[in-house]
Each structure stands twice: as structure tokens, then as C-alpha cells.
């Protein structure tokens, strides 16, 4: 099964685009993988590898090229020995063009169904930064995909926390669109009205009314007791996952205070303290990246020192780590009994997303990789992104295909009858 993983961060200059790289280079050794630069104006995945580019985006929107024929592979002189053969990439056009920096939706969806048609085990994206549709939209309905943040960049981890609330709202604002199954076959206007209203109140963070979804479950209970909206909204939060890279790690105590804390702490007061957190792991802070990338030789393609390579070995521990170790085991499909009272679910926290717990899943962590070498921390990451896979449903991390929102509304409500385009939310 194709999976698509994107890489998206609130900000750029948080490493990205070297993460998304090394990514991809790491997961062609497990399968053929491609990789997108989707950084609209940037450029930068070719400007950091030093292979010759014949076609690119720009060939796919302007010169009628497939996908297909717009990739790169790696020039013999960065892989002389034939490592990453089951790498590509496809470049971002050599200057601004209009179709990708202003990417209308016809282009976007176009775009979209060409990704969903390349033929690979692993696409990854490297999108841009920031929070529009060019973002959102490549990003799946059901998690966040990777999160790359640092503890250089305060700013940035609040704005990723701002992609999780963005996704959370859109799978919401689908699911109580006008003419969704929940208001019944008359439509209930009094309802649907009400609960958008509170959702706008939850969404505007000047609005002190509801500060966060949680609040915002228990005013939907007071009003009108148990509910299938209360249900519906407690299932998203329970069902969405939260993953994450820090980049630039400077140990423990550092990364935790200046980043995940206050990623976590943002996520409780504006958005839910029910979402599930994995730490897929951390790249550490080494100018060996940062040279290898002006080189325009990313780090996984330097030339490999013997005592280096030791991937086996990071296979062989992440499958002898127990997953609660990894913080894996809550991360479930969603029951399928309803809980005891709906007053116990809403106001149950998972314990996997308490501040307290990701300091211990670091410590953790910290105790089996702490020593590892650069390049050995995406090895690590890229099993453990593997791992999520193996072990979860498809809908949990790494999506399948992209969806347009017309598709998601549908995917949304199997049940009700086609909707005209024009009545989507
Ligand atoms: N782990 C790291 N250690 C040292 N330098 C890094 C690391 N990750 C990225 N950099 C450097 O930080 C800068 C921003 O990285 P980049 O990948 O372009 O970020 P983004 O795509 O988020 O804008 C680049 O100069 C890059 O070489
Ligand atoms: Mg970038």
C-alpha cells in the first residue's frame, strides 16, 4: 500500500526541508520512495542536492508533463555505490510561477491525483511553511503527519500547535457542515447552527467565551445531555494523533522545556487535552548537517565511515523496546463500545498526552539513542515512523492518498445522498 507522509512545520527554518530529505533517503532503503518539494518558491530540496534536474514542477503545470516524468534520481557521484537507487525527488520549478506559488484549488487537485498515482511504497512532501490550503490540504484528515519543530524557534512550535487545531476543525466543521446526516433527514437548522456557533467561539482565541474543545463538550452537555454530536466530537479527539520531530536536539532538559512543553501546554488550553502525542524522535544540533547541506551532499549521502553504520542495531532494539516505551500503546483504534458514561469520557484524559509523560517518553528515549551519531538519529526516526505503520491503521499515520474535499465530505458521510459541489462548506 502507497503511503504519503507529509512533513509540515508552523514556521520555516526548523529544518524541514533536511528532515524531509534524510527522511526520504532513509525510507528507500526499506522500499522505493519519493519525495516532493512542495516548499512553493523556495526550491530548496534541489538546492541541497547536487544532481542535475530536467524536469520539474514547472514541466507538470505549464509543459503538460506527467508526475512521473518530472523525477530526479540521484547523480552516481553523490550515490557511487548505488545505496538510494530506490530514491527520487521531484523538484520545485528554478523560479515563481504562478500555478504553485498562488496554487489555485484546480491546480492543487490536479496536482493531487498525480501524487496519488505515482508508483511508490513511500511518498513524502516537504511542504511549505505556514498554515493556507497549499498546507492543510496535503495534510491527512485523521493526524498531523510529521510536525518538525526545534528548540530554536519558539514561535514555530506554537504555530505547529496551530496545524493540529486547524485539522481538528476541519474534520469537525465537515462532520456538522448543513446537510450532514447528524441534524437528521429534516435538518435540524437550530442545532447545527448552535454547535458551529460554539465551534466559532472554541476556533477564535480572542473569543474567551470557550477556550478549547474540551470546555467546549461539557457546555454541549449541559444543554442537551448526551448527544450524538458529544460522541461524534469526543471520537475525533480520542482518533487523532499527534507526531512530531524536534530537530536540532540539545539534550533533554533543553529540548523539553523550550519545546515540548509548551507544544503540549498550547494543545491543552487551546485545542484538547485528549489528543494522542508520539515523539517519533530527534535529530540532533550538528554543523556535519549543516555542511553537508551547503555542500548540497546531504548527510546520509556523505561518504559512510565503517564504526558509523550501526542501523541494524537500531532495528534490533526498536523491536526489542517495549511500545509503551515508545509511547505506542494508547495509540488504538478507537473502541468500539461506547464508554461507561459519557460524563467519564469527556472528562478522561489519556495519560500518553500528559507534560509528565512525554518528559518520561524523552528520558526513555534519551537512555537508548542519547548516544547515537547523526546520521544515526533518522535511521532511528524512519523505523520508528515504520513501526507506527506496521502497527497502526492506515488512517492513523502515513494516509494513503489525498483526498479533495468533496471526497472528504463523502468519505465523511457514506450515507447521505451526492451533494451538489456548490453546498460544501
Ligand atoms: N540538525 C541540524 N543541525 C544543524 N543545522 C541544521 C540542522 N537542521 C537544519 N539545519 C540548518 O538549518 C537551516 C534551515 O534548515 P532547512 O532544512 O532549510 O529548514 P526549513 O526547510 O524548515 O526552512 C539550514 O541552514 C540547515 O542547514
Ligand atoms: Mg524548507
Not at 522500499?31 to 520539474?56: E, M, Y
Not at 447552527?193 to 474567551?208: F, P, R, S, T
Not at 445522498?417 to 453546498?423: L, T
Request: net charge negative; charged share 20%.
Amino acid at each position: 500500500m502507497r503511503r504519503i507522509i507529509s512533513i509540515s512545520s508552523g514556521k520555516g527554518g526548523v529544518g524541514k526541508t533536511t528532515f524531509a530529505i534524510n527522511f526520504a533517503l532513509s525510507l528507500s532503503q526499506v522500499a522505493p520512495t519519493i519525495l516532493l518539494d512542495l516548499d512553493t518558491g523556495t526550491s530548496s530540496v534541489r538546492n541541497t542536492i547536487d544532481t542535475p534536474v530536467t524536469q520539474d514542477l514547472y514541466h507538470f503545470f505549464r509543459r503538460g508533463a506527467r508526475l512521473d516524468e518530472c523525477l530526479t534520481t540521484l547523480d552516481a557521484r553523490l550515490d557511487p555505490a548505488g545505496n538510494f537507487k530506490n530514491f527520487a525527488f521531484v523538484a520545485g520549478p528554478r523560479h515563481v510561477i504562478d500555478e504553485i506559488t498562488n496554487m489555485r484549488e484546480e491546480s492543487r487537485w490536479r496536482l493531487m491525483q498525480a501524487i496519488n498515482g505515482l508508483d511508490a511504497r513511500y511518498i513524502v512532501l516537504d511542504l511549505k511553511a505556514g498554515l493556507d490550503a497549499n498546507v492543510i490540504d496535503y495534510l491527512p484528515l485523521s493526524n498531523s503527519s510529521i510536525l518538525v519543530f526545534t528548540p530554536h524557534h519558539p514561535a514555530a512550535t506554537l504555530a505547529a500547535g496551530d496545524i493540529v487545531k486547524s485539522l481538528l476543525f476541519r474534520k469537525l466543521r465537515f462532520i456538522f457542515a448543513e446537510g450532514s446526516p447528524f441534524f437528521g433527514s429534516e435538518g435540524n437548522e437550530q442545532h447545527q447552527a448552535m454547535i458551529n456557533g460554539l465551534l466559532n467561539q472554541v476556533e477564535d482565541v480572542y473569543d474567551e467565551r470557550l477556550k478549547n474543545l474540551d470546555d467546549f463538550m461539557i457546555d454541549l452537555y449541559e444543554a442537551l445531555g448526551d448527544n450524538p454530536y458529544l460522541r461524534a466530537i469526543s471520537e475525533v479527539l480520542n482518533s487523532f494523533g499527534v507526531y512530531f520531530v524536534l530537530n536540532m536536539f540539545d539534550g533533554i532538559e533543553e529540548s523539553y522545556q523550550t519545546t515540548i512543553r509548551p507544544f503540549v501546554e498550547y494543545l491543552r488550553t487551546y485545542v484538547s487535552a485528549k489528543l494522542h502525542l508520539t515523539n517519533l524522535g530527534w535529530v540532533v544540533n550538528d554543523a556535519r548537517i549543516h555542511e553537508a547541506n551547503c555542500q548540497r551532499r546531504p548527510i546520509l549521502l556523505q561518504t559512510l565511515n565503517r564504526q558509523e553504520s550501526s542501523v541494524d542495531a537500531i532495528r534490533r532494539e526498536i523491536a526489542s523496546l517495549e511500545s509503551s516505551i515508545l509511547g505506542l500503546e494508547n495509540m488504538r483504534v478507537p473502541e468500539s463500545a461506547a464508554p461507561a458514561s459519557i460524563l467519564d469520557e469527556l472528562t478522561r484524559i489519556d495519560p500518553t498526552c500528559t507534560v509528565e509523560r512525554q518528559l518520561e517518553i524523552l528520558q526513555h528515549m534519551y537512555h537508548s539513542q542519547g548516544q547515537q551519531r547523526v546520521r544515526e538519529n533518522f535511521a532511528y526516526i524512519t523505523h520508528r515512523a515504520l513501526h507506527v505503520m506496521q502497527h497502526l491503521p492506515p488512517d492513523s499515520f502515513g494516509h494513503p492518498r489525498l483526498f479533495s474535499p468533496l471526497e472528504i465530505f463523502d468519505q465523511l458521510m457514506p450515507k447521505r445522498a451526492p451533494i451538489e459541489e456548490a453546498s460544501l462548506p
